[in-house]
């Protein structure tokens, strides 16, 4: 038995757990409000949010509910744009949406509403650029965005006017969102864990973000499925002298986690352009390595800090990242094992880390090609190096050969110009959408230069290089 809030509803259901939560709100449930557009978590017309118990307290964060089983959802939250209206009556979001002209067609209205009450439901002081971060993932495609950006400033100056003695209080005075939000929390203790034990799962599906794309229909027909059990840790922490994280750890908490930031502290801006937010809430660190695509961003970055893959199975293995990927779209992995965690060794103190990535669009786009560095230097001598690279091989890749090449040398011009020759030798890209091999080539060089450039600019010439 599956229970959760459905606004303000409890919810008990028996349906399959492989089903999505966006169908059972729409044909079972009959909520239409929440829209199906692409069924691939990429027009935000589905988004809802969750809502979880962490320490006592209540965090909503925006999914796509397309991608989401609804076996995955139990004892949490979901809020639809129904779930919103105070008195039947358009919410401060809703109104400022139609007086600043941010409507038209009004099919992706629903997703913008639930994503514009989410980010004040978690941000008290309004920064516009993080409220449309909020946003990303939901496309209009009738009015363009500045009236959608316009309606934000002004909830946010509605909200600064309200009373209330906490916060929560002052959204409820406003009328963001109704009164019933206080007792979610009580109701969400009454509510029993469901272990949800399988045996033999057919998948394993942890954010269901690229499964849910790729194997719909497989996955709803199959009974012999694992979902977000919580068996698998999606905890981030440090343990003496290793950073540990769990295989369920989505990508958001991956960018937020302080030890994380600690080691790469630009993480943040390196990983917005990941998907978008929805996408970042649900996906997880263990399927974007397990998906095995040449050009998976946080693959990229756990190849530079020489990663290690923690499975289990009839017995327990560890591999090293860079060993895991035995050609394109094959692991090495046997069907009964599973991915638990990834570890790496903490870098040294003095170490840099950077992570550059080119794609056809700026956001909500895979990568061209990416790539990413780890560096000691000391007294201008490389002492430890690891360079990745993303979208010029079958595989996710580590240029062996080529940071091998700058072990122990120089940060020089010439060094950096010969490391990009051997790089070239290690790699084989091939002409697709994403553009042709020779551009490619180009890309990865210009990405090494770029490195350098960025992490060394007092001893980089920039115009000799390129």
Known sequence: MIEFILNQKKISTNTSPTNVLLDFIRKEIKLTGTKEGCREGDCGACTVMIGELIDNKIKYKTINSCLVPIGSIHKKHIVTVEGLTVNNSLTPIQNSLVEEGGTQCGFCTPGFVISMTCYFLNNKNFVEHEAINYLGGNICRCTGYYGIIRS?????????????????????????????????????????????????????????????????????????????????????????????????????????????????????????????????????????????????????????????????????????????????????????????????????????????????????????????????????????????????????????????????????????????KIAMSEISPISDARGTAEYKRLLLRQLIFAHFILLFPERINAEELL
């Open 152 to 420: 934000l400033t002004k909830t946010s100056e509605i909200i600064n006017n309200s009373e209330g003695k906490t916060y929560l209080d002052k959204l409820i005075s406003a009328k963001i969102i109704p009164e019933y939000f206080k007792i979610i929390p009580k109701e969400l203790k009454q509510i029993k864990s469901n272990k949800n034990k399988i045996d033999k799962p057919k998948f394993v599906i942890g954010g269901g973000t690229d499964l849910y794309v790729q194997k719909w229909e497989e996955i709803v027909e199959t009974k012999s499925i694992l979902i977000d059990t919580k068996q698998i840790s999606n905890e981030i922490y440090k343990k003496e002298n290793e950073i540990i994280i769990g295989a369920t750890a989505t990508i958001e908490e991956f960018i937020n986690s302080k030890v994380i930031r600690k080691i790469i502290p630009q993480v943040k801006e390196y990983l917005e352009l990941f998907g978008s937010l929805p996408i970042r809430n649900k996906g997880t660190v263990a399927g974007n390595i397990v998906n095995a695509s040449p050009i998976g961003d946080i693959t990229n970055i756990l190849l530079t800090l020489n990663s290690k893959i923690h499975l289990e199975g009839k017995k327990k293995r560890i591999i090293p990242l860079e060993k895991f990927y035995l050609g394109y779209k094959q692991l090495d992995k046997k069907k009964n094992e599973i991915v638990t965690k990834i570890t790496f060794e903490i870098p040294s103190k003095n170490f840099q880390f950077n992570f550059e990535k080119v794609s056809k669009r700026t956001y909500l786009d895979i990568a061209s090609v990416n790539s990413s560095i780890g560096i000691l230097v000391k007294e201008n001598i490389i002492k430890q190096i690891r360079i990745s690279a993303g979208g010029v091989a079958p595989i996710p890749l580590y240029l062996k050969n080529t940071s091998e090449f700058l072990l122990n040398k120089e940060i020089t011009n010439q060094n950096i110009i010969e490391a990009t």
